[in-house]
């Protein structure tokens, strides 16, 4: 059982940590005071499941079911417009939106206290997420198991109230978890943090069978990289083993023929006038050492493509609506990621600013880079934007408020 230990509100004798009790206070309030502010906002832009289809035409707008079954529903672009007026994302304030209905609707004897400043927003909203998958009776059982004592509850005990309310409440969905779990597996290559030295973290999580194949495949890497005369560390050679294995796809074969190497494209910069200076890789938005472009280059199997400087002011254009390769190029490399206000995605489609059927051109200028959800939240919904010079956008949410969106050539 956690402890049920609390702060009194007492003066300290100590002036200026009484100071800091206080500024912790007044942020304490401040976040209950933003919850309310959005709850507000929601009361005016969500609905029931028995009105919500007289309020939207969800043809043109669908709803978001952002917290759990019995919570009321939210228009989409509305909610995109209460995500950056809380400085947030797309992503990150539909998620904060979502918990702060779950909590205001389906975890009541929570939010009481949250209010009076008895258990923190964010230690709230921890169980908001767990419980949004629960039926209502469920999240209403953790509601009222945790309520008492979550200002001293650890993470793993609200873990199990979760667990307890569904095994009880929703065996269904304990089992599909359960055979779910599996789904959890995932290779991921953190291209958003390369070093300077060209360094990237990777993390996994395999079946234990693929595991085993892989720390094999690594070891035997590791041994052939050091029968072949490498004095790296074992550690430096199983991740070169591990960058074999990528090339090759699934076969580790060191002693490959040449010009079957690399397929990936790294756009690298380098200054011609100042030959000393670390390049940069555009894929990345990262410099890069120049030792570490030599290394690259003179990779076994790495094939080498020198291409004409593509001009990012030059303005491309085509008279089909389908863009060209090189406008495609031009555009991404221009971009990098969706140019919605707050997003960074790179799974995009690209848009014309103004319409192709309303005599918008295909053309570098009149093209940008939009995520499927932004993408339909300005084909269908009330958002626009428009180019105020190439790689400046200027964006105008459905209740009047303007963003800029600059993505012109930048360099650390």
Same mark, same amino acid.
């Given at each position: 059982?956690?402890?049920?230990?609390?702060?009194?509100?007492?003066?300290?004798?100590?002036?200026? +940590?009484?100071?800091?009790?206080?500024?912790?206070?007044?942020?304490?309030?401040?976040?209950?005071?933003?919850?309310?502010?959005? =709850?507000?906002?929601?009361?005016?832009?969500?609905?029931?499941?028995?009105?919500?289809?007289? =309020?939207?035409?969800?043809?043109?707008?669908?709803?978001?079911?952002?917290?759990?079954?019995?919570?009321?529903?939210?228009?989409?672009?509305?909610? *995109?417009?209460?995500?950056?007026?809380?400085?947030?994302?797309?992503?990150?304030? =539909?998620?904060?939106?979502?918990?702060?209905?779950?909590?205001?609707?389906?975890?009541?004897?929570?939010?009481?206290?949250?209010?009076?400043?008895?258990?923190?927003?964010?230690?709230?909203?921890?169980?908001?997420?767990?419980?949004?998958? *629960?039926?209502?009776?469920?999240?209403?059982?953790?509601?009222?198991?945790?309520?008492?004592?979550?200002?001293?509850?650890?993470?793993?005990?609200?873990?199990?109230?979760?667990?307890?309310?569904?095994?009880?409440?929703?065996?269904?969905?304990?089992?599909?978890?359960?055979?779910?779990?599996?789904?959890?597996?995932?290779?991921?290559?953190?291209?958003?943090?390369?070093?300077?030295?060209?360094?990237?973290?990777?993390?996994?999580?395999?079946?234990?069978?693929?595991?085993?194949?892989?720390?094999?495949? +690594?070891?035997?890497?590791?041994?052939?990289?050091?029968? *072949?005369?490498?004095?790296?560390?074992?550690?430096?050679?199983?991740?070169?083993?591990?960058?074999?294995?990528?090339?090759?796809?699934?076969?580790?074969?060191?002693?490959?023929?040449?010009?079957?190497?690399?397929?990936?494209? =790294?756009?690298?910069?380098?200054?011609?006038?100042?030959?000393?200076?670390?390049?940069?890789?555009?894929?990345?938005?990262?410099?890069?050492?120049?030792?570490?472009?030599?290394?690259?280059?003179?990779?076994?199997?790495?094939?080498?493509?020198?291409?004409?400087?593509?001009?990012?002011?030059?303005?491309?254009?085509?008279?089909?609506?389908?863009?060209?390769?090189?406008?495609?190029?031009?555009?991404?490399?221009?971009?990098?990621?969706?140019?919605?206000?707050?997003?960074?995605?790179?799974?995009?489609?690209?848009?014309?600013?103004?319409?192709?059927?309303?005599?918008?051109?295909?053309?570098?200028?009149?093209?940008?880079?939009?995520?499927?959800?932004?993408?339909?939240?300005?084909?269908?919904?009330?958002?626009?934007?428009?180019?105020?010079?190439?790689?400046?956008?200027?964006?105008?949410?459905?209740?009047?408020?303007?963003?800029?969106?600059?993505?012109?050539?930048?360099?650390?």
């Amino acid at each position: 059982m956690a402890s049920t230990h609390r702060t009194t509100r007492t003066s300290s004798s100590d002036p200026l +940590l009484e100071s800091v009790r206080g500024a912790c206070l007044d942020i304490s309030r401040d976040e209950v005071n933003k919850l309310n502010a959005v =709850l507000d906002w929601a009361a005016a832009h969500t609905a029931g499941d028995t009105e919500a289809a007289e =309020l939207h035409d969800w043809n043109d707008e669908p709803p978001l079911q952002l917290a759990g079954a019995g919570a009321p529903v939210v228009a989409e672009y509305a909610a *995109l417009d209460l995500a950056l007026s809380i400085g947030r994302s797309s992503d990150s304030g =539909l998620a904060y939106l979502g918990k702060a209905l779950e909590l205001r609707y389906r975890l009541p004897r929570i939010y009481a206290r949250v209010v009076k400043l008895e258990i923190p927003v964010w230690l709230a909203f921890r169980v908001a997420e767990q419980t949004r998958p *629960l039926p209502m009776e469920g999240a209403a059982a953790v509601d009222k198991a945790l309520a008492a004592f979550l200002h001293g509850c650890a993470f793993t005990q609200i873990d199990r109230a979760v667990d307890a309310a569904r095994d009880e409440h929703d065996p269904l969905e304990a089992e599909r978890r359960r055979q779910a779990a599996a789904e959890g597996r995932h290779a991921d290559v953190y291209l958003d943090g390369v070093s300077t030295s060209g360094t990237v973290e990777v993390s996994a999580t395999l079946d234990l069978a693929d595991a085993l194949d892989l720390e094999a495949a +690594l070891k035997s890497g590791a041994q052939q990289l050091a029968d *072949l005369g490498s004095t790296e560390t074992l550690n430096v050679r199983r991740s070169q083993a591990l960058g074999e294995m990528g090339r090759h796809q699934l076969a580790l074969d060191l002693n490959s023929t040449p010009g079957s190497g690399r397929g990936v494209t =790294l756009y690298v910069h380098l200054d011609a006038e100042a030959a000393d200076r670390p390049g940069f890789v555009d894929n990345t938005w990262s410099p890069v050492l120049l030792e570490q472009i030599r290394q690259w280059c003179q990779t076994a199997g790495t094939k080498m493509t020198v291409k004409p400087v593509i001009d990012l002011n030059s303005n491309l254009s085509t008279e089909a609506y389908r863009p060209t390769e090189a406008i495609r190029e031009q555009v991404r490399l221009r971009d990098g990621t969706c140019v919605f206000p707050g997003c960074h995605r790179r799974h995009v489609d690209l848009d014309h600013i103004i319409p192709f059927d309303a005599g918008g051109p295909t053309s570098v200028e009149n093209l940008a880079m939009l995520c499927r959800r932004h993408h339909r939240a300005k084909t269908h919904g009330t958002w626009r934007y428009r180019v105020v010079e190439p790689g400046l956008y200027e964006w105008t949410s459905p209740t009047g408020i303007t963003y800029l969106v600059d993505r012109r050539r930048r360099r650390p």
